[in-house]
């Protein structure tokens, strides 16, 4: 077991040192309106900064208060963060601006047990804007926040369970600069983005090398200590591109609540290991089957899915499909208005025998000659 932090105060002078001479010139890092802060929170989790930054910065264009966010439709808000993943973030993004604009006379709270009122808001999210936008001494424990100071302190602990994300937190509260809160989260954060890497840490160049216990015992790279996570569940799904006459493609929009829900798609049916072919008519799609095009996994957090295409042609629309709350045609122009999942087009673009992927290249109306059923 590992003994506690006893804080050198020259470790958080070289820290914060080394944050001002190397920080990434994020756009967001001059700001300390609590609401682009929020935004870049959210969108970063579990997302690269570099993906986020184009994002980041179309988000604030569009919508450069949480007035301008309550005030647009939701449809919007999805159709602009569309290929970001994790689409129940932009949900809550927009339900918190509306609670705020109408609850909270249109001011971010500042506090911690404030702002996780938020919809979507947990401990991270608010201790960082609370942190960064408002000054308060709380510390941050992201991913990288946690890998840091389990070397530090050479922590046995499982990261994973509640006594080590306990301890983690005890530490790096402990160490946070009182005086420079935000500053000094975003350092621990920038050092274990950036040197104190998951793999082959740069030591060297680490400001803190003088203080890390698992630098001095050479088994730094041991930490944290994992238990392995529990394996994803695995679903099996037929992904119908149907096509009306005149070449339009049938896309649905989810039921809200789920995974990817009010995101527009190909309709997906479930499927088993042990159906050789979808029964489309049975799911209340009539049409002419065009074959299938290649299986693809898309992978969310904690499960897997397996998408088979399956291309339909001259289909005629549903009246409802299980799973959907609109169906309708859409030809180029109006596919480019749909917020889509990064599924949908994988889906869309697809391709198969005598099918063309409909993202890329001409949409062209599909051959009126029948084909022969599978059989
Ligand atoms: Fe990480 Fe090495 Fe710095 Fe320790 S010295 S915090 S292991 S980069």
Redesign the pocket.
Known sequence: MSTPLRLDPELRKHLLRWYAAVKRPLPWRTLRDPYPIWVSEVMSQQTRVETVIPYWERWMQRFPTVEALASSPLDDVLHLWAGLGYYSRARNLHRGACAIVEQLGGKVPETVEGLRTLPGVGEYTAAAIASIAYGAPVSVVDGNVE??VC??LRLEHDARASTGRAAVRAAAQEALDPLQPGDFNQAMME??AT???PRN???V?????P?????AAGD??R?PVLRPKAPSQVSIWWGVVARAEDGRVLMGRRVEGGLLGGLWEPPLLTATCDVAAPDLRAAGIDGLPAGEGTAFTHVFSHRRWVVVPVFVNRAILPERLEGYTELGWFDRAGLDALARSRLANKLLASQGEGHQSLLHGRFEVPSRRPRKERP
């Not at 160049?205 to 090398?209: D, Q, R, S, T």
Request: hydrophobic content about 40%; glycine content about 8%; overall charge positive.
């Open positions: 890998r840091v070397r530090w050092l274990g040197v104190c890497t840490p740069r030591c160049v680490c400001p803190v090398a203080w890390c216990r698992g630098r730094a790279e930490f």
